[in-house]
């Protein structure tokens, strides 16, 4: 059964139709930073609605997606809360 409901596009109101979906791939996109972090980050789509009466210029449907991002990160020993390297210690 189609769930319509409505949503902000372009300034404006536009009714849309929610559509199931299934995940074929997710995949992380990977950054080695140059204080030696790396950082992996992915997109996931959370929902897809289909807008009703709305069409890209190539005459395609327009979709409405909800994303949600997800990061891991693995920094080196030194940039963590309370390590000593590279710091000067006191006493």
Do not use: C
């Not at 949503?7 to 030696?36: C, H, M, P, T």
């Not at 069409?55 to 449907?61: C, E, T």
Request: no cysteine.
């Amino acid at each position: 059964m189609e769930r319509k409901t409505k949503v902000s596009f372009q300034g404006r109101e536009i009714e849309v139709v929610e559509v199931d979906f299934k995940v074929i791939k997710e995949e992380w996109n990977e950054y080695d930073l140059a204080d030696g972090t790396r950082i992996r980050l992915k997109v996931v789509a959370t929902s897809f609605a289909r807008a009703l009466d709305e069409f890209d210029n190539d005459g395609n449907p327009v979709y409405i997606v909800k994303t949600s991002n997800v990061l891991g990160l693995s920094a080196p020993e030194n940039l963590k809360r309370g390590s000593l390297k590279g710091t000067k210690e006191t006493h």
